[in-house]
């Protein structure tokens, strides 16, 4: 079974920074794109960046040039390092695994992001 553990989350004053873990097991995770994802109170699932596994990387333009996406193959782990929070950065962050199509398969449990001014 599939299993997805975030970690990393926290509440961070606006501007402030966050690493968020994703450790995936079960699966062969150098083969899987991988994502990660937020959803806002009252607001739906959005897509905040994805990382192919040759690498390739996509960012939501509300991120762009503040968040980065790393996999770490060889321990398995996805990394979302976040920099100049801002209050809208406020979220559940989920980390997702392997694409069947365009929809990823796993889902994690998700982790806290609280940015206050």
């Known amino acids: 079974q599939v299993t997805l553990v975030e970690s990393g989350g926290g509440s961070v004053q606006a501007g402030g920074s966050l690493k968020l873990s994703c450790a995936a097991s079960a699966f062969i995770f150098s083969t899987c794109s991988m994502g990660w994802y937020r959803q806002a109170p009252g607001k739906e699932r959005e897509l905040v960046s994805t990382i192919t596994s040759g690498g390739t990387t996509i960012y939501a333009d509300s991120v762009k040039g503040r968040f980065t996406i790393v996999r770490d193959n060889a321990k398995n782990t996805l990394y979302l390092q976040m920099n100049n929070l801002k209050i809208e950065d406020t979220a559940a962050y989920y980390c997702?695994?392997?694409?069947?199509?365009?929809?990823?398969?796993?889902w994690g449990q998700g982790t806290q992001v609280t940015v206050s001014s």
């Open positions: 997702a695994a392997c694409k069947k199509g365009t929809i990823f398969q796993s």
